[in-house]
C-alpha cells in the first residue's frame, strides 16, 4: 500500500477502478449490487423502515465483493480507497446503464 498511486481526483482514479473491473460477471455485479443499494435507500426514504438501511451494506459489498474474489480474483480497491471507489461504484452504474461503459470491457 505504501508503493500505491495517491489519486488526487475522481477523473484521476476512474482509469484504475476501471482497470480493476474488466471482468464481464464483476461488472455485472457490481450493476446489481449498486442497483439494490438504490432501491433500498429510495425504500426507505418511503416506508422509514430501517431494515433497508441495514441491508445496503451487504447489497453493495455482498454483490461487488463475489464479483472480484471469485470472478475478477482481486481485491476490491475499497480495500485503498474507499471513497473514490464508492463514488466510482456508482457512477460506472450510471455510465453502464446509459451505455457509456460495456458490461463486457475485454470485447
Not at 61 to 75: D, M, P, R
Not at 79 to 84: K, R, S
Amino acid at each position: 500500500m505504501a508503493n500505491s498511486p495517491k489519486y488526487k481526483s475522481l477523473r484521476e482514479f476512474y482509469p484504475f477502478y476501471l482497470s480493476e473491473h474488466q471482468d464481464y460477471t464483476c461488472r455485472v455485479l457490481h450493476f446489481i449490487g449498486t442497483g439494490l443499494v438504490l432501491l433500498s435507500f429510495i425504500s426507505f426514504w418511503f416506508t422509514f423502515n430501517y431494515w433497508f438501511l441495514i441491508a445496503i451494506p451487504f447489497l453493495g459489498y455482498g454483490f461487488a465483493w463475489v464479483g472480484h474474489f471469485f470472478f475478477e480474483q482481486n481485491k476490491p480497491a475499497t480495500f485503498q480507497y474507499p471513497g473514490y471507489s464508492l463514488a466510482r461504484d456508482f457512477i460506472m452504474f450510471f455510465d453502464l446503464l446509459k451505455g457509456k461503459e460495456s458490461f463486457n470491457p475485454r470485447k
